[in-house]
């Protein structure tokens, strides 16, 4: 049988081994929305969302980091919270979105099935777009 102390080090030891884990898959989370913002096939939104969801759980100060993020922290708050995005924040989105993957499809993909995949996931991220509210 363990001692109390004996569990209570070993219950430590899984606490920062937890943290650890949290921050470190927020963190790949973060890098993975960053890159995605310039890549059009990899999404940013759910990687930022849930990178937002690990650092709740491993570090109060990551948390704060990224909510508190000059470029994405306001889109972030706005979005878990249910709001609408801005006219221009709505229009950069699309407009990033569709100069991305027309680029991707017109200079890179030459099999004709990959580009209409292209335009299948941008139609889709457009109606999703659009279906949010505008403030």
Known sequence: MRSAARLSIERHKMTRIAKFL???GG???VGIGIVGVFLPLLPTTPFLLLAAFLYARGSERFYAWLLGNRWFGDYLRRYREGRSMTRRHKAIT???LWLGIGASAGFLVPQGWARLLL???AVGVTA???CLGTD
């Open 22 to 24: 949290w921050v470190g």
């Open 27 to 29: 963190t790949i989370c």
């Open 94 to 96: 699309l407009a990033l």
């Open 119 to 121: 335009a299948v996931v």
């Open 128 to 130: 999703h777009i659009l």
